[in-house]
């Protein structure tokens, strides 16, 4: 067991996958010398060589198409895009042709990829390092999507993405890279993909919540005293529904709290499912604290991304119904 950051978790994970299946090949922009720009896949290249640590060109269309091909043909890439909004280039590749290919070919090819891929913002990163994008891979039949809230979580997701036979966008709340530390098992477990984590009992409202949002709403409601039940999706396709609908019936309560923008966001479909399976258990209207439907600003993120405010203005509307 050791107390480590997200960064050091992902690091150590690659390198012992690598070290357990030389199947495994990690490639991205400036992923082996560098160690990425983040510093997650340090010290990979020295250890595992320039034939498993690929450094590539700056084309994401490449990365991912070259990692898909990897995989079809028997390796396990984890391939890096160095920031989420970057992916774009390759949207045609992961939603027409990764996502796909499992279907289209009637099962004769998977692709068993990971795509890492740091999001959000939180870092001062402006407009085009700063975009949280998930709603378009929850989109998407035949993804995997999951974003990790902490070092724990990081290490047992990853370990479980590595065993699936199709393809993960694994989404790492930058942010959150050196910012929390966690006990982190020395030996590799699994954190099973689909399944929601229950971070705090509570009666009087349930705060549903994702990746970077996770620690804002854990210390807004331990310092406000607000007792809330908090629930971490941790894996946003598949969802774990049942842990969505048991916390809106328990307490009839029900706030949404992702820094993407609103409109058509994770908290729209989770409103949308609790509205189907447990609108008679409401006492109050679900409510939202999410980003704004604007580019990521350049400055001023604090206004832009959730905090304790806009959460406990949130808080005290539900519970005046």
Do not use: C, W
Request: charged share 25%; aromatic share 8%; hydrophobic share 40%.
């Amino acid at each position: 067991m050791a107390l480590i950051n997200m960064v050091q978790s992902l690091n150590k994970t690659l390198e012992e996958l690598m070290g357990k299946d030389e199947r495994v090949i990690v490639l991205g922009e400036d992923v082996g010398r560098d160690g990425g720009v983040f510093r997650v896949t340090d010290n990979l290249l020295n250890k595992y060589g320039d034939e498993r640590v690929i450094d590539t060109p700056l084309n994401e269309l490449a990365i991912v198409g070259m990692a898909a091909g990897m995989a079809m043909y028997g390796l396990k890439p984890i391939a890096e895009v160095q920031f989420q909004d970057y992916i774009f280039p390759a949207f045609d590749q992961i939603v027409n042709n990764i996502a796909k290919m499992r279907y289209r070919t009637g099962g004769r090819f998977n692709v068993p990829l990971i795509l890492r891929t740091p999001y959000g913002g939180g870092v001062r990163g402006g407009l085009y390092h700063s975009q949280s994008g998930e709603s378009y891979f929850v989109h998407t039949a035949g993804l995997t999507v999951v974003t990790p809230s902490n070092p724990f979580d990081a290490r047992g997701l990853l370990v479980s993405a590595y065993k699936k036979n199709d393809p993960v966008i694994f989404l790492e709340p930058k942010r959150l890279y050196r910012s929390i530390k966690a006990e982190v098992p020395d030996d590799m477990f699994e954190v099973d993909i689909g399944k929601a984590a229950k971070l705090k009992e509570g009666d009087d409202l349930s705060i549903i919540t994702y990746g970077s949002m996770v620690p804002t709403v854990m210390t807004t409601v331990e310092k406000n005293n607000v007792n809330a039940e908090v629930i971490d999706l941790r894996t946003l396709l598949p969802m774990d529904v049942d842990a969505i609908v048991q916390a809106a019936k328990k307490t009839g309560r029900v706030i949404v709290v992702h820094e993407a923008p609103r409109t058509l966001g994770v908290g729209a479909e989770i409103s949308a499912l609790i509205a189907e399976r447990a609108i008679d258990s409401l006492l109050a209207p679900i409510l939202r604290v999410t980003g704004y439907d604007i580019p990521f600003p350049y400055t001023h993120e604090e206004l832009y991304l959730p905090g304790e405010k806009r959460i406990m203005s949130a808080v005290n509307r539900v519970l005046a119904y």
